[in-house]
């Protein structure tokens, strides 16, 4: 088994020194790829954060006029904060079969196997364009691809389907897991504790909350939905961050919570959003005897489709064959292939690397994975050039 074209290795190295963690700009990364798929002759769209320091690319090679194959990435990586990294990881390290650094598997050793693959692309009779899908701020909730998504919208074409190469191991991955994220706000009424009936105590009814929350993942678990091929096979309920309180002698004013659904990508998280919206209603009559300013307040900061990809789609074939793998496969993390799939794009998640290694200190890619990375492109092209 041969291994990967040696300008995929150094393109990999070109990107991961791009510090495009999350709460960064990733320009310099996009411009790059963008002046790499200009040079080559592709139409390029841009679209932007708000701030204007974020982009996202869409990049097209090929007959404009027909729909599409999409290769798509995520260009952010997580944060290397606090984590204890055996070599610099914003540089490539080969060691043993494996480069790491920030992003290696996720997911920029794909992104490097597509750019280096490009002229072929273009220099190919393609009688189906490829469209390259490079986005921002995936890992924060998935926020630029709906930006891009939504300029697809104003284009004559759509797509007739999408690759996203998260790291799967090259296994092809049709379903995985949606999220829901809120963050739940009380507020309360500040007193001294020795009058707590004069009060209300924000961090208490929080506490209820959680608590609700937390009976609600015991009946999940218990007694599903369920669907077999995700771990867990059932929706999970979890509060992750909680802040209240001042000092032990006051009746605490706020408390705010973070809490996320992760479900099923056929359950609907709507339902136990209004279970959540019900039991805060309830609690609202005892708070508001105290203090009309009382009350509980819930924010849905993110909302990121399921994916639950009809398993004959073009998109399930295509990878199917490419890979030569029929293994099927659901994920337990969340992608952009869910957003793809709700814009009517058929979406498959197919890519190197394994989610394994993903946003921990020492992340790696094989490079055995690159190979089979690249064979896959190079199998994309030939069909997509076939008469
Ligand atoms: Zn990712």
Not at 60 to 80: F, N, Q, W, Y
Not at 127 to 149: M, W
Not at 242 to 256: D, K, Y
Not at 321 to 334: E, H, S, V, Y
Request: contains cysteine; glycine residues 8%.
């Amino acid at each position: 088994m041969t291994g990967p074209h040696p300008a995929i290795l150094s393109q990999l190295d070109r990107l991961v020194a791009f510090d495009t963690t999350s709460a960064r700009s990733n320009l310099a990364l996009i411009e790059h790829a963008a002046g790499l798929l200009s040079d080559l002759g592709a139409s390029i769209r841009l679209t932007t954060d708000d701030s204007g320091g974020k982009a996202n690319l869409w990049a097209t090679l090929g007959p404009a006029d027909r729909p599409g194959v999409v290769l798509s990435g995520h260009t952010d990586v997580v944060p290397v904060d606090g984590q204890d990294w055996a070599s610099d990881p914003f540089r490539t390290e080969c060691r043993d079969g494996r480069i790491y650094g920030r992003g290696t598997a996720d997911m920029k050793g794909f992104l490097a196997a597509c750019l280096v693959l490009a002229p072929d692309f273009a220099a190919a009779r393609l009688q189906i364009p490829v469209h390259f899908a490079l986005s921002y701020d995936e890992e924060v909730g998935c926020i630029g691809v709906r930006r891009l998504l939504a300029d697809l919208e104003t284009l004559p074409v759509r797509p007739r389907l999408c690759i996203v190469g998260e790291p799967t191991e090259m296994r092809v991955i049709l379903a995985h897991k949606g999220k829901k994220t809120v963050r739940c706000t009380v507020h309360g009424h500040e007193c001294h504790s020795a009058l707590n009936h004069q009060g209300v105590n924000a961090v208490e009814i929080a506490a209820e909350l959680v608590a609700f929350l937390r009976r609600m993942q015991r009946r999940l678990r218990e007694q599903g939905p369920f669907e077999a091929g995700f771990d867990p096979p059932y929706t999970t309920v979890h509060t992750g961050t909680i802040h209240g309180g001042t000092a032990l002698n006051i009746v605490p004013r706020e408390c705010r919570f973070e809490f996320e659904l992760r479900h099923l990508p056929r359950h609907d998280p709507e339902a136990l959003m209004a279970e959540v919206r019900a039991f805060a209603q309830s609690l609202a009559p005892e708070m508001l005897a105290v203090s009309p300013a009382a009350g509980i307040t819930l924010d849905e900061t993110n909302t990121t489709a399921g994916l639950a990809a009809d398993e004959d789609s073009e998109a399930a074939r295509l990878a199917r064959r490419l890979t030569g793998r029929d293994d099927g496969g659901k994920a337990a993390f969340t992608t952009e292939a869910g957003l793809f799939q709700a814009s009517a794009i058929p979406a498959a998640v197919c890519g190197p690397g394994s989610i394994a290694q993903a946003h921990k200190p020492d992340e790696f890619i094989a490079v055995e994975q690159l190979a089979q990375a690249e064979r896959f492109l190079r199998g994309l092209l030939a069909e997509m050039t076939a008469p």
